[in-house]
């Protein structure tokens, strides 16, 4: 799968898209692949306040487990809830559509931009492919 133009990319595999003051935010399409099958997804509570890099969740697969850190710097306005395992008393989250669809309905939270923040220390498409190429990807 080709990695989206309008979106910015975090070197850890972390993609954004702003619309206005929101940032939707989700794990890019080669995070999956390396994954392989997500299985159990972690993302922080609304109103949660988030620095860019700071570790926002935690996504596992058979295969293993990787943090989730923040492209953006902001105050998480949502999360995609049907994605997110509340725990063993409470409702099962199925984060196959993180798996199907890496870049639409596998999407996992929205930030609100903090004021003077933005996205141009991301990379763009090219660069993130650029970055890929060169780990060998």
């Known amino acids: 799968m080709s990695n989206p133009s309008n979106l910015r990319y975090a070197p ?3 993609w954004a898209k702003q619309d206005g003051d929101v940032v939707t935010i989700g794990v890019t399409a080669f995070a999956i692949e390396q994954l392989t099958e997500p299985t159990y997804l972690e993302l922080p509570t609304v109103g949660a306040e988030l620095k860019a890099g700071d570790k926002f969740g935690i996504i596992e697969s058979y295969k293993s ?8 710097a902001g105050t998480v306005i949502e999360r ?4 997110v395992d509340d725990g063993p008393t409470k409702r099962k989250g199925d984060p196959k559509p993180v798996n199907d669809d890496a870049f639409g309905a596998g999407w996992m939270v929205k930030i609100k931009l903090a004021p003077g923040a933005t996205l ?3 990379l763009t498409a090219a660069q993130y492919d650029q970055q890929l190429a060169s780990e060998g990807h």
Not at 65 to 72: E, F, I, M, N
Not at 80 to 83: A, K
Request: aromatic letters at 6%; proline letters at 11%.
């Open 12 to 14: 850890t595999h972390e």
């Open 80 to 83: 995609n809830e049907p994605l």
């Open 65 to 72: 487990t990787s943090d989730l850190y923040s492209p953006v």
């Open 120 to 122: 141009e220390h991301l």
